[in-house]
């Protein structure tokens, strides 16, 4: 047999339709329709992506929901390129490097309360899996080592992680994965379809909190360590919360001794209008868990923010040694900080958290413009988020992706979750391109059965 040639050429952009396809096992996606079909994008700028056939889609989801700033933004990539050159990796494992301790601080400033120490971690999967064992360990070092249980919701997501799939609740994401981690329990999920077109939050639905009393009442206090809730579930088909229901959580885990963390991974870095959901609701969660927004989507980063009180007790509980047996090999990588903190930099310059607040109207205004449209059964929105909900067709799922391929034929990118259209453009959107959004899904859902 011939040597066969182990680093081939990169094919051109022209050339990946005719590339094999196979080797790249894909995430989350239909690989043999995808294969078959391609939808491939080759470039990005701004609001825009360029698709393989040379036009152009509008970003109607900031890729995955993280590209907060636009894409393709100058001054990320410099900062990335030069810390590449300066400083490409430093270990984090007993040594440090000044842009990690930066970011750390200035991600403080814009969290509330003394939500002032920062674990870092690479995706909002480590992220949430780091906040939970933080949660555990934290309850082991302070005495209180009966407190093992975790509390998530239906229909959460908190990523892929084996942590994440347990305390989340899509089931999809959790059937074939044997037992997970034993000792978890859900909430209730918060959605009322008897309050579909409710524009913002539901006025009812607060006392879907008080099943955490149920649970506490079944498991006791002292079993249980924390409560993880998307502040709004996003990837379920986004369900902003009901008024008052993060408040009444808040005070049910205080008054039992029970940890809240709020996963701010879709809700982080302006999607609501301010840096944090927990600043929106006016809810000072103990953990923060953050990821996408954190780089503008360029390098991949995750953290969690963790109230001061609790490092401080771990501290107290390890007279020395390392008080945390946990990290990543990337935790607080250098050019993930740099992307970082260009990021942040390009928040506060341009005042994208205030200018996702200020378009939000026109926003919500635009995609209840949407009732009548076929299809439509609900629309859900908050902030520079919306979820349209379409009846499902033969096949729970079908419909939606029919949507999703229409609108890419047709320059737009969406996402779908089952039969929900999921929108969280870019917070650099202008109103004419909420506008193509909008009248882009009424010509697709005229077509689509
Ligand atoms: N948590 C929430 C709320 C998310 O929406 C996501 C991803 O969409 C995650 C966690 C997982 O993040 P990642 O895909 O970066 O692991």
């Not at 959580?249 to 709020?262: A, K, N, Q, V, W």
Request: hydrophobic letters at 45%.
């Amino acid at each position: 047999m011939p040597p066969r040639d182990r680093f081939p050429e990169a094919p051109s952009m022209s050339s990946y339709r005719n590339n094999d396809l196979d080797p790249w096992w894909m995430p989350f996606t239909d690989n043999r329709k995808f294969k078959a079909a391609p939808r491939m994008l080759v470039a990005a700028k701004d609001m825009h992506y360029t698709a393989a056939d040379g036009y152009l889609v509008l970003d109607a989801t900031a890729g995955l929901w993280c590209v907060n700033a636009g894409h393709a933004r100058a001054r990320i990539a410099q900062a990335v390129g030069e810390q590449a050159l300066t400083l490409d990796f430093a270990p984090s494992f007993q040594f440090g490097h000044p842009l990690g301790f930066t970011l750390a601080s200035r991600l403080t400033t814009l969290l509330p309360g003394d939500l002032n120490r920062i674990f870092f971690a690479n995706s909002g999967s480590e992220a949430v899996d780091s906040a939970l064992k933080i949660a555990l360990a934290y309850h082991r070092v302070t005495g209180n080592a009966a407190r093992t249980r975790l509390i998530g919701r239906e229909r959460g997501y908190h990523g892929v992680g084996f942590g994440g799939i347990s305390v989340g609740g899509i089931p999809g994401n959790r059937k074939l994965y044997g037992t997970m981690l034993g000792g978890v329990d859900h909430l209730p999920h918060t959605h009322d379809p008897s309050r579909a077109f409710t524009r913002g939050q539901p006025t009812t639905g607060m006392h879907l909190a008080d099943a955490l009393e149920g649970l506490v009442a079944l498991h006791d206090a002292s079993t249980i360590a924390a409560v993880i809730v998307e502040p709004l579930a996003g990837s379920t088909g986004v369900l902003p919360p009901p008024v008052g229901y993060l408040q009444r959580l808040r005070e049910i885990c205080t008054r039992h001794g029970i940890l809240l963390i709020f996963d701010e991974v879709i809700t982080g870095f302006g999607r609501l209008g301010t840096a944090f959901a927990a600043e929106r609701f006016g809810v000072l969660p103990d953990m923060v868990a953050m990821a996408k927004g954190l780089t503008n989507g360029v390098i991949p980063m995750g953290a969690v923010a963790v109230r001061q009180g609790l490092y401080d007790r771990f501290l107290e509980a390890s007279a020395d040694g390392i008080e945390l047996p946990h990290g990543y090999t990337y935790s607080g990588h250098p050019v993930a900080a740099a992307a970082a903190l260009a990021t942040l930099d390009i928040y506060r310059e341009e005042a994208l958290f205030e200018r996702a607040d200020a378009i939000s109207p026109a926003f919500e205004q635009a995609v209840h413009g949407l009732r009548d449209a076929r299809h439509v059964i609900d629309i859900r929105n908050l902030g520079l988020v919306a979820g349209i909900e379409l009846a499902p067709g033969t096949k729970p799922g079908a419909r939606g992706m029919t949507v999703l391929q229409h609108c890419f034929e047709a320059g737009l990118l969406v996402r779908v979750t089952g039969d929900t259209i999921a929108l969280s453009p870019p917070l650099i959107i202008e109103e004419s391109q909420i506008d193509q959004i909008v009248q882009t899904l009424r010509d697709v859902l005229a077509m689509v059965d």
